[in-house]
């Protein structure tokens, strides 16, 4: 496996992945917490399933065969499994290199090569980003002085605004700025898209030169602050997808100790909100922030202080949004969505908060669907 070629070898690559695939020992701890299996209990929707189909590529003569890449497109890299499985089996990692494996055999699909193709995009990024803002009559976000796009300085908290906060949020993100400057200075250099979409696409090589593009444009800054929980979980694990990268390794490293998520980030500089939130409110955890960053409980303390807080059954569990996943899959993630928002609707809240695009823009389709009555807000919009 491993058909690409990154920062490690491909030899090393592969090595890794078959040390990984190799302990698991089938005893289907996982099959519990995976969304997608629970939506069609088949074994090849598993992550137990997964593990076998990539281990049989490695270890056991599976024949290569288009279909694969189907096996390992489905799967949410929610990380859900590895938190259950008794030898912490990164089945995300795993999918994310048998993506590349499978694009380097059969080619990406149209609608990832498009997409991909528009996030790595400066200029093309900017002009929708443009064109949606002027449909809305919507504002940039200001930042201070140096909000019009020069990379962050020495000293500085530099907000890092991910495309999707860009494109389709720019309220709150805009409200993530005020707060920002309500704890100290903040700047908003002109970075590139983090990566995430392209590394869940398989698309190992071009999420590491956009890593590298970000390194250098927040070199400067003291702290990367950032309100979107995937952007937060890539740009942090910029460390270890360089590591193999002697030019980069340690800056990288450098780069990703300096980032925090907003409510991580505001609860540590001793932000409180004053309260007065008229709504019953509840979170939804994003998997990238729970399990991606281990950030559950900062969300919900300022949540508490800021209203009427009531906690979400099953709240960790994917919401189905899973970056483009519920396009191409749009009926397992629609029955994930379901679950999600009747939970949401079981809490009585009037509104359901959380900290990731891809989540708002999934619950809002779930509050949509479903006739939900409750409002679906950034974090950043109700502290
Ligand atoms: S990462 Fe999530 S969707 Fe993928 S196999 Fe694990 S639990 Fe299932
Ligand atoms: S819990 Fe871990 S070891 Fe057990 S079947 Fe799942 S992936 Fe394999």
Redesign the pocket.
């Known amino acids: 496996m491993a058909g690409g070629r990154g920062a490690t070898g491909m030899g090393d690559v592969a090595a890794r992945i078959g040390e990984l695939v190799r302990k698991c020992d089938r005893c289907g701890a ?1 099959l519990a ?5 629970a939506q069609n209990g088949r074994e090849i929707a ?2 137990r399933g ?1 593990i076998a189909v990539v281990r049989g590529l490695m270890d056991d003569g599976l024949a290569a065969v288009p279909a694969l890449a189907e096996t390992f497109r489905f ?8 938190g259950s499985c008794p030898n912490k089996i990164p ?2 990692e795993i ?1 994310i290199e048998a993506r590349r494996y499978a694009a380097g055999q059969w080619g990406h699909p149209a609608r990832h090569r498009v997409i991909a193709a528009l996030l790595g995009n400066d200029v093309l990024l900017g002009l929708m980003a443009g064109v949606l803002r002027w449909t809305r009559n919507a504002k940039p976000p200001a930042g201070g002085p140096s909000a019009s796009g020069a990379p962050a300085s020495r000293g500085q908290i530099a907000y890092f605004q991910g495309c999707a906060m860009r494109l389709f949020f720019p309220a709150a993100s805009r409200a993530t700025v005020q707060l920002l400057k309500r704890t100290g200075g903040v700047v908003v250099p002109p970075g590139v898209c983090c990566g995430s979409p392209h590394l869940a696409y398989g698309m190992v090589d071009q999420a590491l030169a956009l890593a590298r593009k970000n390194i250098e444009r927040f070199a400067g800054a003291d702290l990367v602050v950032t309100d979107c929980a995937s952007c937060g979980s890539s740009l942090k694990e910029y460390g270890s997808r360089l590591a193999g990268d002697p030019r980069w390794a340690d800056r990288a490293l450098a780069f990703g100790r300096k980032v925090t998520g907003l409510s991580e980030y505001l609860f540590r500089a001793g932000y409180r909100p004053r309260g007065g939130l008229a709504a019953k409110v509840t979170y939804h955890d994003p998997c990238h922030l729970a399990r991606g960053q281990g950030i559950r409980n900062e969300p919900r303390d300022l949540l508490r202080l800021a209203g009427d807080y009531v906690e979400l059954p099953s709240a960790g569990r ?1 919401c189905g949004g899973a970056g483009a996943f519920h396009l191409d899959y749009p009926a397992a993630a629609g029955g994930i969505l379901r679950d999600k928002t009747a939970d949401i609707t079981r809490t009585g809240a009037a509104m359901v908060v959380t900290e990731c695009p891809a989540c708002l823009m999934q619950l809002g389709r779930g509050r949509r669907r479903e006739h939900g009555e409750f409002e679906v807000r950034h974090i950043s919009q109700v502290l």
């Open positions: 996982c917490v995976c969304p997608l299996y598993s992550p997964k799967c949410l890299l929610c990380r859900a499994c590895t089945v995300a999918m994917c």
